[in-house]
């Protein structure tokens, strides 16, 4: 059987920052992702960069944002679960 344990308050706030963390995240890609797209930058570096921003980059940072979210589910769950076997 898993041990669940934590400080209820901590675990809020840890949940928290991951949603907020997510929400940065997001807004980044997204900033990110319409400057290159509205920024009249041509050449070589610049296809590059676009190339490994689409492969590589903005990926990344979608997994990363979903992640935080992900956590902040579990957080969460285990704040919740604590309250109810403290009531």
Not at 9 to 18: E, R
Not at 27 to 35: A, D, F, H, K
Not at 44 to 63: I, K
Request: aromatic residues 6%; proline residues 2%.
């Amino acid at each position: 059987m898993a041990i669940i344990g934590g400080e209820v308050d901590q675990l809020s706030a840890l949940k928290s920052a991951f949603d907020k963390h997510a929400s940065v995240v997001q807004e980044l890609t997204s900033t990110l992702r319409g400057q290159l797209e509205n920024t009249n930058w041509q050449g070589p570096t610049a296809d590059r960069f676009r190339s490994v921003w689409s492969g590589e980059y903005e990926p990344v940072l979608r997994r990363l944002e979903q992640a935080l979210l992900d956590a902040g589910v579990e957080v969460g769950a285990a704040r919740d679960r604590l309250i109810q076997a403290g009531s």
